[in-house]
């Protein structure tokens, strides 16, 4: 398994922008298929964006379209989720995920995951 660690969640106030980061060690990050999961207190864990091997396809939640991007540089191991025009309701711990051959983008089909990293959206 790849391992994952997480960082550049924080504190940020609506409509602010983070950029989260998904640092890959101990397999051939490109690879992976990569994803970005989230979870809210008391709800289940929810995906939010995906991305390929190569990074020439992507794919988006509802809640993340026009205002998160996805992007991955092979050369660095590094995955990463720009977040703009936060909302309250963006506050959640956000999870990356890998997985060489996921079945669909739910969370089931991923084995790999960081320890996450919590993004609150103060209003």
């Known amino acids: 398994q790849v391992q994952l660690v997480e960082s550049g969640g924080g504190l940020v106030q609506a409509g602010g922008s983070l950029r989260l980061s998904c640092a890959a060690s101990?397999?051939?990050?490109?690879?992976?298929?990569m994803a970005w999961f989230r979870q809210a207190p008391g709800k289940e864990r929810e995906f939010v964006a995906g991305?390929?091997?190569?990074?020439?396809?992507?794919l988006y939640a509802d809640v993340a379209k026009g205002r998160f991007t996805i992007s991955r540089d092979n050369a660095k191991n590094t995955l990463y989720l720009q977040m703009n025009s936060l909302r309250p309701e963006d506050t959640a711990v956000y999870y990356c995920?890998?997985?060489?051959?996921?079945?669909?983008?739910?969370?089931?089909?991923?084995?790999?995951w960081g320890q996450g990293t919590r993004v609150t959206v103060s209003s």
């Open positions: 995920a890998a997985e060489i051959a996921p079945k669909n983008w739910g969370a089931a089909s991923f084995d790999s």
């Open positions: 101990g397999r051939t990050f490109s690879r992976y298929m």
């Open positions: 991305i390929v091997w190569n990074g020439d396809n992507t």
